[in-house]
């Protein structure tokens, strides 16, 4: 009896034991399910801040060097356009026209129009163009001929009777002659035989970064109508943070551009 029951006992052990050996291997995935509270060690946030810092350096750099390669092709391609341009008009129009440099970072082109016949106090005169298209108030007129720095003036335009002498004549008898008034643009500014004109477009400027370099301002680069210019000229733009980068357009006297630019 005694050995029977200790049978029944080291079986029911041997029970145990085994389901014991079968249910074992799954307290690991138990395990595995429960979360981890396991974090970063020092090393590892130093790492990836390192990485987030190259990161940011990178991306910087490389946005500077987009925006100062747009800034500088902006500046070419539009400064060189429109030298192209007013060679061109000067060409189809059959009128001088002049690429005029206002200052360190603004130019215009400018297309003239007639020379000044009179000249008063207070406006002058032609009386030989018809100005009938431009006659308003606040028009900007240049005299391409100016000997000092102001360049521009802003007239009210209108026709008005003008007596003119002729020379030709034995009796020095003036006779009425409809011409337009430039008021507001006297002996100060225009001298007789002064060549005037008017801006082909908006007056244009260098991006942000950018400027003539120049003698003296205004500088002038005159076409004519058979596409040569007046005088051979160069004309520098250099970029403030770096003056090796220059835009460089050489004009010479047959009216040929040449660009001898040095990019970033």
């Known amino acids: 009896m005694h050995t029977r029951m200790s049978s029944v006992k080291w079986e029911t052990n041997n029970g145990h034991r085994a389901a014991e050996r079968a249910v074992a291997p ?3 995935q138990a ?3 429960r979360p981890s509270r396991a974090g970063f060690t ?13 990161i940011a350096t990178i991306a910087v750099s490389s946005y500077f060097g987009i925006t100062r390669a747009a800034a500088y092709s902006a500046a070419h391609d539009n400064l060189y356009n429109t030298l192209i341009l007013t060679k061109q008009r000067a060409v189809i129009d059959g009128k001088v026209t002049s690429l005029v440099i206002l200052s360190p970072d603004e130019y215009v082109a400018v297309r003239a129009v007639g020379r000044i016949s009179h000249v008063e106090t207070d406006n002058s005169s032609d009386a030989y163009a018809d100005l009938s298209g431009a006659v308003a108030a606040g028009v900007e007129v240049y005299n391409l001929d100016a000997t000092s720095a102001t360049i521009s003036q802003t007239v009210t335009i209108s026709a008005w009777t003008l007596d003119i002498s002729d020379p030709f004549n034995s009796a020095p008898t ?6 337009y008034k430039f008021a507001g643009a006297g002996s100060s500014f225009f001298t007789v035989g002064d060549r005037y004109g008017f801006a082909l477009h908006s007056k244009q400027s260098l991006p942000r970064g950018y400027a003539f370099e120049a003698p003296a301002f205004p500088q002038e680069v005159r076409f004519n109508p058979d596409g040569s210019c007046a005088q051979a000229d160069v ?15 050489t004009i010479a006297g047959s009216g040929t551009v040449t660009d001898t630019s040095t990019a970033p």
């Open 235 to 249: 004309i520098v733009v250099k970029e403030t943070i770096r003056p090796s980068n220059t835009i460089t357009f």
């Open 26 to 28: 799954a307290a690991p």
């Open 31 to 33: 395990a595995a399910c």
């Open 42 to 54: 020092l090393m590892e946030l130093l790492v990836v801040i390192t990485i987030m810092g190259l």
């Open 174 to 179: 003036p006779y009425p002659a409809t011409a």
